[in-house]
């Protein structure tokens, strides 16, 4: 398991110190990640645009590990929708699928019940770095 801890210095160390140690610890995560995609480029193009994105993900992530048999974007989105009215389903839909390895699309049913279910798939990702 990930875990990301502030560290604590008995002497009342200092706020750049506690800082640094923190993006060290952040620098290897997001290394460890970037191993599995092979090399990069010098700058590359992130999947989460804006800190209203990134909150999304975080709502969201939480909102499917409590449904582990995926929900339907319209589920997805009639949830966020009573956080924020101006939720767009297709803006949604977008950004999970800028996230394979946090978010997977599944098709269950059979014929014309054939329906899309997003499920998180973010442990999975960890568990193989």
Known sequence: MLQ?????????GSEESNNQTTEARLS????CSQEKRGPTEKNPASP???EREALLVGIISTFLHVHP???SIEYICSYLQRLDTKINPSE????????????????????ASLEKRWNFCGFEGIKST
Request: proline share 3%.
């Open 92 to 111: 949604v839909e977008a950004l999970l699928s800028r996230l394979p390895c946090t978010f997977r699309q599944e098709l269950t049913g059979v014929g």
């Open 69 to 71: 048999f995926g929900a």
């Open 48 to 50: 989460i645009h804006s």
């Open 28 to 31: 290897a995560v997001v290394s």
């Open 4 to 12: 990301l801890e502030m560290s604590k210095s008995g002497d009342g």
